[in-house]
């Protein structure tokens, strides 16, 4: 977005419905359950329905800390810092976020709308310089980028989860 010329406001989520209600901030990527869960839904009319959110979430720990712990210790870190955790996570995030879009749609006076395919290939155009710069740092580790992208889109594919 700092590239499109936005500023980037950090703010925790329940403080974004203040933040653009006050003027701070224009705009806001969020999920669509949680712009009604937070009020959101209450100081905006006009929704983009395009992919531009994501979260991530990462718990990293040192080899030489996590060898320092308990074998009690390791087996909670172990039990809940992998594959299946993250899905006891995000998948009952993804069921409650994913209807919020419909939820949207039936408040009156909002506008939900989809970008023209005009304005899709601007919005990934404007992509460009962070992909490049994404390439070189994947270059610099020995990967190809190029296999490393395809690899990334199959994955994607297989679950119904590569967006436009």
């Excluded at 839904?41 to 996590?66: E, G, Q, R, S």
């Excluded at 909002?110 to 304005?119: N, R, S, T, W």
């Excluded at 270059?139 to 889109?153: I, N, S, Y």
């Amino acid at each position: 977005m700092t590239q499109l010329g936005g500023t980037n406001v950090q703010s925790s989520a329940p403080e974004v419905r203040d933040i653009i209600e006050r003027g701070v901030a224009d705009a806001v990527t969020f999920p669509w359950g949680s712009l009604v869960l937070f009020g959101i839904d209450k100081v905006t009319k006009y929704h983009m329905d395009a992919p531009l959110y994501v979260t991530t979430f990462a718990f990293v720990i040192n080899k030489d800390k996590y060898n320092q712990m308990s074998d009690r210790q390791k087996k909670a870190v172990d039990d809940n810092c992998n594959t299946e955790a993250a899905g006891r996570v995000g998948e009952p995030w993804g069921k409650f976020e994913t209807p919020g879009v419909d939820k949207i749609k039936a408040l009156p006076d909002h506008e939900v709308y989809k970008l023209a395919p005009e304005q899709l290939v601007l919005w990934k155009k404007a992509s460009d310089p962070l992909v490049k710069t994404w390439a070189e740092a994947v270059k610099k580790t020995g990967v190809d980028p190029d296999a490393a992208m395809t690899e990334l889109r199959t994955a994607l594919a297989k679950y119904n989860a590569l967006t436009q």
